[in-house]
Structures are given as C-alpha cells and as structure tokens.
C-alpha cells in the first residue's frame, strides 16, 4: 500500500522551478520506493477516519447491544481539561445510564447518526477524492453482548451495505475491530478485558467479520490506541475500578493488556490465514513528549515518557514484551497471569504495520512544580511556551509530527500509517457553511512536514486519513461542539439538530489537495 499523492506529485504544468525540482526528487525517491518494496501500488491517497462509537449512533437499533460507549455521559459544566471528570466512570454510573430514557446525556447514543446518513456521507467523502475510508465495526452490532451464540445478521448487513458503498466509489475501507465499544455486558458480567474468556469471544468476533468480509476488506487494524488502556482503561478495556475492591488496579490493566496482545495477535493470524495479501495493523497513541529544560533529568523523563506509550506498539510489533517493561512488572509488583502458548502466539503474529494518531506534541519536566499545563490527548502535560494551543488546549506542533515520523520510523522500519491527525475547534455555521481557514491552516503546515519526513528523512509512509472527516462526537469531552470534519453536521452537544450536511470551506481545500496529488500545497512558491 503506498502513499502516492505525496510522492506521486502531478508535473502540474506551472509548477515553479523549486516545487519541479521537488517533485523530479520525490519521482526518483518514489522510484527507489518502490523498486525497494516491489509492492504492488495500490494508490492509496489521502482521505479520512472515522468510529463507530462517535460517528454511527444507532445505539439500540438494528439489533446492536449497548456498549460502554452508549453509557459515557458528557459534563458540558466540566472544564474541558478535567479529563479525570470527563472520563472517571462508577458501576452506578452504568446502572444509571442503564435506566435512563435521557439520550441527550449520552452524546454517542446519537452520534452524527450516521447510521442513517452514511450512504450521502461516503458520497461526499467520494467528492473529495478519497481513495480510502479509515471507520470501526462495532463489536455489539456483530455479537451485542459479546457472549451471544450467533452473531446478530441485521449488524453483519448493515456493514456489507458499508463497504459496498465504499467500494461503489472505489474508496477501499480500512477497518479497526475494536475502537472503543466494547460491549457493556462483559463489563457487569465478566471482569472486562480482564477476564481471559473475552479473547475467545473476540476471536469468535474476528472470525466472523474476517469470513464475513474478506472479498470486501483488506486492511485492519486491531484495537484502536492499545496504549490508551492505561489512560482510561474503561472506554479501552471495559474496566470500572469500584469491581476490583482490593486489587492492585494497575496490575488489573497490565492483565487486561495481556489479553489484548493475545487477542491482536490471534487476530492478525484469523485475517492472514482468511484473507491472503491482507495487512494488520497495531495502532498508538503518539504522544511526543519534548523535555521542558535541558536539563538532564528532564531529557530522561521526556525519555521514560515516550517508553511509557512505546512499550505497547513494541510488543505488538516486536511479538513480544520488552525488557523495560518486564523490568517494571517487576519493580512494582505487577504479576501477569500467562498462559501456556500466549508469548509463542504474541511472537509468531506480529502486526504488518504501525498506525497511529497524532494530534499535537507536550512537555514533559522531572518537576513540573509552578510550571502551566495544558491538555493533549488523553492526557494533561506542561505546557510548551513556543507553539500555539487549541481551543481545548492541544498544542498544534507541525514539526512534532516530523519528529514522531521519523521516531516510529527509526524504532520499527515497519510501513507506517497515519490513521488520526486534525484540529479539534469551535466551528460556527454561517450561510450554510463554515470558514474554517485555521483547519486548512493545520493541515497544510502537517502536510509539509509529514513530506519532509518522506522526502528528506526516507519515511515509509503508507497512507494517511484526517481524523474525524466529518463532525463526531469527540471521546475526551464527549462534546459535538469539538468539531473536526471538512463537513459540518447541524447537531449540538445534546443531539439536538437537524443532522443536516454542509461542507466546510476545508471541504473544497481538502479536495483540490487530493486532486492535484498534494502540488497545490506547493503553488506560489518561488
Ligand atoms: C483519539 C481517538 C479518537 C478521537 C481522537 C480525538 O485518541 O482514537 O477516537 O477521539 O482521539 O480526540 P477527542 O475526540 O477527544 O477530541
């Protein structure tokens, strides 16, 4: 799979003198490219991500289950950083959400009701040229509560109807099996992803969608930032702290961790073996951590930081533990209960690729005492006083974006796919559309350093979908106010709206980006 439009620069009659030596550069990088790769050229270009948990709704229709999504209420009252607010959950929280007729408090259980809408939503994505569509299944649609004998026909059809519309347009979909909607069931009746019986329930589900869809899906990624387990392990693992009194919690999300090493390497085998010339990928939060100072103590722990993410993709792509990781098992008293036959399945399907969300860079300081913080994705860091911050506090750092490229690149020399990347904002509807040139703005300065990372640092990169392509429900805050899509959905932080369609002026940008294979970001230049 190549990313092409970068590297496949249009000799656009007009291109300056720099930008055709650019592009004469990146023909002979792409020649070797490939040369290198002998792959054959699927032109995956650049297009758009999407979640079943924040896009579809749906929640109780077409025989879904409830997912843990379905009982995330929002706390618009809550600061938009307090993420421990937005994101701590009871089982009373649960049972609540259980009894409730309120759908304005859960965000998710409407979504952008793109199970409604996403036959006219794939046809905009076609519009602006996508050559790809990043989205989930959700598991409660195929198996509603996880443990189900069979799995639920009206969910397995309404995702057939999906890809065909995809692929009605030649927009090939790229598929996560579980982002963020574990069922609600093996929450209240099993221990969540730490119980060892839900990585045969996933199996069941992988087989399933694998046999289901293989002449309609070749690219899959396994469970959607593994690594954000540890940051809100219910959303990720289906894990509620008040159900383990007494334990070591830690050590209940480091087993349930295990569980889904298992699972994602079982699953790689399943679509492998089911679907020949598929490709599976991990995918990781990249958090790239700069040390405040340089002071050496703070370049350690912008080091130790980075291992902290890191340690869940080496796993995944290495086949096994590493050592610093097992080293922290032990300091701290982490004790992983294995299976006989768990480390040779984790060793023998390692993932094909690495994907991986990045939205901004932090800071990071030994002591961060008096220093200001901010927001970044799911997590709150020290606040860099040299580049810009979001509306919700994520600061936008271009370069950091290099920076992370040629990190993963360097770590893995596995192809790497950028699955999230956008800019999270305030947008205001105004005369049916949106003039959102500090969304045109983010990409393009993206778009310039993840071609210096190809280009000058020989990144192989794969592909790239903007996160949220269209407005959904953010995970963080809840919040449909947090928009990022090139198409605005007319509906507020409550579900309230007419869920009408408009494009954003980024909407246009996005698509002459696409269509000119990336030149227009070069027009003008001297
Ligand atoms: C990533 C998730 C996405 C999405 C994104 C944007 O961590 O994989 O599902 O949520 O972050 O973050 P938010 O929605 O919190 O603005």
Known sequence: MQLLWLLHLQDAAGQTKKAALRIQRLRKIQTLHLKAHQQEQAAILVSGATAANQYEGGWNEGGKGISVSDCARHHLDVDVQDYKAHNSITTKDIEDALKSTDDSLYPKRHASDGYHHYKEDIKMYAEMGFKVYRMSIAWTRIFPNGDDKEPNEEGLKFYDDVFDECLKYGIEPLVTMSHYEPPIN?????????????????????????????????????????????????????????????????????????????????????????????????????????????????????????????????????????????????????????????????????????????????????????????????????????????????????????????DLYDRYRKPLFIVENGLGAKDELVNGTVDDQYRIDYFDAHFREMLNAIEIDGVDLMGYTSWGCIDIVSESTKQMSKRYGFIYVDCDDEGNGTYKRYKKKSFDWYKHVIETNGACLFEGEE
């Not at 087993?255 to 889904?260: E, F, R, S």
């Not at 100072?293 to 703070?298: L, M, V």
């Not at 980075?306 to 290495?318: A, G, H, K």
Request: charged fraction near 20%; aromatic fraction near 14%; hydrophobic fraction near 35%.
């Open 186 to 406: 093996l929450v209240l009746n099993y221990d969540g992803w730490a119980s060892r019986e839900v990585i045969d329930m996933f199996v069941r589900y992988v087989e399933v969608i694998c046999e289901r869809y293989k002449n309609k899906v070749k690219y899959w990624l396994t469970f959607n930032e593994v690594d954000s387990m540890i940051r809100h392990p219910y959303t990720t693992g289906g894990l509620v702290e008040d159900r383990f009194p007494g334990r070591n919690f830690q050590e209940v999300i480091f087993q349930a961790m295990h569980h889904q090493f298992v699972a994602s390497a079982l699953a790689t085998k399943i679509c492998h073996e089911k679907i020949p010339g598929s490709k599976v990928g991990c995918m990781l939060t990249k958090l790239t951590y700069y040390p405040y100072t340089c002071k050496p103590e703070d370049v350690l722990q912008a080091q130790q930081d980075m291992r902290s993410t890191y340690c869940y993709s080496d796993t995944q792509v290495f086949g096994e533990y590493p050592a610093y990781l097992l080293a922290k098992f032990k300091n701290e008293g982490i004790h992983i209960k294995m299976e006989e036959g768990d480390l040779d399945i984790m060793k023998q399907y390692p993932v094909d690729f690495v994907s991986f969300s990045y939205y901004s860079s932090s800071c990071v300081a030994k002591n961060a005492d008096g220093l200001k913080t901010t927001a970044a994705n799911t997590m709150i860091a020290i606040k860099n006083p040299h580049i810009p911050s979001s509306d919700w506090g994520w600061q936008i750092d271009p370069i950091g974006l290099r920076i992370s490229l040629v």
